[in-house]
C-alpha cells in the first residue's frame, strides 16, 4: 500500500485557491498566513510532481491536470466532512456504563425512571441489589460507581461523600388480626417477632427500626411477604412497597403513629472515582428523577 504525501490541509488549501483565484482571498477565507497557503500548495504539486496552476495569469487559472484534480478534491473534502460529522456524533452514541447499588427499601419505581432518564442521556445503569457495608467496600475499592442508601446517624468516612436524595415514609404492616387491640403500642410490638429485612443491621439502623427483642432476619423481599401472610411476625416497612395489597396483610394504626418514620436516602460516591461531569449528570439525574416522583404523589 502506497502511503500518501500529502495532507488534508493541501486538499483543503488546493480547492479553496481554486475557488477563490487568488492566494490572498483564501488565505482570508481558510483564516490563514498567504505565506501558509502558498507553501501547502507549492509542497502538494511536488508531491504529485506537475503543476496544478498556470501562475503566468491574474487570477491563477488551473492547469489541465489541476481540473481533473480538483473535481476529486472536491469530492475528498465533502467525505472528509461527512467523516467528521460522524466522529464528532460518536460519543454520543456509546454508551456509559455505570454500576449502581441499591438497597431492599429503595424504591423500584423510581430506580425504573432513573434508568429510562439515564438511558436517554447514553448512560446505563447495571442496578445491583446489596446492603449498605457491602456497598461502601465496593465504592472504595473502585467496584462500583455510586449508591443509593438509607442515611445513618453518623459521620461517612473520609472515603466516600454523600449528597441527600429523597426520603421514604415507613410504616407497619402485619398480618390482618395479628394485633386484635388498635392502635398498637410500642409494649405490644416490642412483645412480637419482629420481621427484619436486613441481613445484618447496623447499630444506628437498629436504633430506628428494631423494637422487638426477637426479629426474623429475611433480606428477600418474595420470602419476607410469605412470612409476613402468614402471621409469623411484623415488620417496618416503607410504604411504597403497597404492603397492604398482599394477601391478607393490612397497615398498622400505631400509639406514636407515622412520626418519625420518614426517613432520608443519600447517594453515596468516591471523590475521584469518575470523571467530575459524569457524578454530576448522575446526582442531577437522581433528582431529577425523584421529583418526578414527587410530582406524581407516589413519594
Known sequence: MNLLNFTLAQIEAFACVCECGTL????????KDRTTISELVDYLELDLGYPLFDRSTRPLTLTDAGQLLYRQARLFLHEAQAFAQIARQIPQQLSTHVTLC?????????????????????????????????AEQWLEEGLADIGIYQAMNRSIND????????????A??????????????????????QLIP???????????????????RVNEMAMLEKLLCAGD???????????????NVERIETEFGDS?????????????HIAQP????????MGEAWSTKIQAGQA
Open 260 to 272: 418519625g418514620l420518614a426517613h432520608p436516602l443519600v447517594a453515596l460516591s468516591r471523590p475521584g
Open 233 to 247: 411476625g411484623w415488620a417496618f416497612l416503607p410504604v411504597h412497597f403497597e404492603a397492604e395489597s398482599w394477601e
Open 198 to 216: 436486613f441481613q445484618s443491621m447496623p447499630p444506628w439502623l437498629a436504633q430506628r427500626l428494631q423494637i422487638a427483642d426477637r426479629t426474623l
Open 278 to 285: 459524569l457524578l454530576a449528570q448522575l446526582l442531577d439525574a
Open 159 to 170: 472515603k466516600l461523600q454523600w449528597r441527600a436524595v429523597g426520603s421514604i415514609a415507613l
Open 102 to 134: 441499591y438497597d431492599p427499601f429503595t424504591p423500584r419505581d423510581y430506580l425504573f425512571r432513573l434508568t429510562r432518564l439515564l438511558r436517554g442521556r447514553q448512560i446505563q445503569l447495571d442496578l445491583i441489589l446489596c446492603e449498605r457495608g457491602q
Open 24 to 31: 490572498t482571498q483564501a488565505a482570508r477565507k481558510l483564516k
Open 172 to 193: 407497619v404492616y402485619a398480618k390482618e388480626g395479628f394485633f386484635p387491640v388498635k392502635p398498637v403500642s410500642s409494649l405490644q410490638l416490642a412483645s412480637c417477632t
